[in-house]
C-alpha cells in the first residue's frame, strides 16, 4: 500500500516545473540529477554536509517546494541506471552542462578531489552524454550560474 501512494506522490510531482535563470528543469529531471550527485557525493566513502549543502542551495536556486524535495530524494533513490541514463540523455545541452558543472562543484566542494570521484566524473561524462570539461571549467560554470 505504501509504494502505491508513494507512486502517486512521484506521479503528482513530476508535473512541476523548476527554473532558475534560463534552465528550467521537470522534477524528474530533477531526481535523475539528484541521483548522480548522490552518488558522487557517496563515491569517495565519506558524506560530508558541504556535499549536500550544494544541493539544498540548487533545490532553493530553482525554488523547489519544501515538501517535494523528499519526493525528489525518494524517487532518486527507485531510479536505476537506464532511467537516469535515458532521462539525462534527453535533455539539451546546457541541462547536460549544468549537471557535469554541479558534479564538478560536489567533488571539489569538501577540499579533497579523491580519484574514485574523477573515475566516476569521467564515466557519468561517458555514460550520459555530458559535456567533457575540467573541474576548474565546472567550478567557473557552476558560480557564473550562482553569482
Request: charged letters at 25%; hydrophobic letters at 50%; one cysteine or more.
Amino acid at each position: 500500500m505504501i509504494w502505491i501512494v508513494i507512486i502517486v506522490v512521484i506521479a503528482i510531482v513530476f508535473y512541476f516545473i523548476f527554473r532558475s535563470g534560463n534552465l528550467k528543469f521537470t522534477a524528474l529531471e530533477f531526481s535523475a540529477i539528484t541521483k548522480l550527485a548522490t552518488l558522487m557525493i557517496a563515491s569517495d566513502g565519506v558524506t560530508k554536509d558541504e556535499e549536500f549543502k550544494i544541493l539544498f542551495i540548487e533545490f532553493k536556486a530553482f525554488d523547489v517546494p519544501q515538501n517535494h524535495i523528499d519526493t525528489i530524494f525518494s524517487a532518486a533513490k527507485l531510479m536505476n541506471a537506464n532511467e537516469v541514463k535515458g532521462i539525462v540523455k534527453q535533455m539539451s545541452y546546457n541541462k547536460k552542462k549544468y549537471i557535469c558543472s554541479l558534479l564538478a562543484t560536489i567533488i571539489v566542494i569538501d577540499g579533497d578531489v579523491d580519484d574514485n570521484e574523477l573515475a566516476l566524473w569521467r564515466t557519468m561524462t561517458q555514460e550520459y552524454d555530458l559535456p567533457k570539461m575540467t573541474l576548474k571549467e565546472g567550478l567557473a560554470h557552476y558560480k557564473s550560474m550562482r553569482s
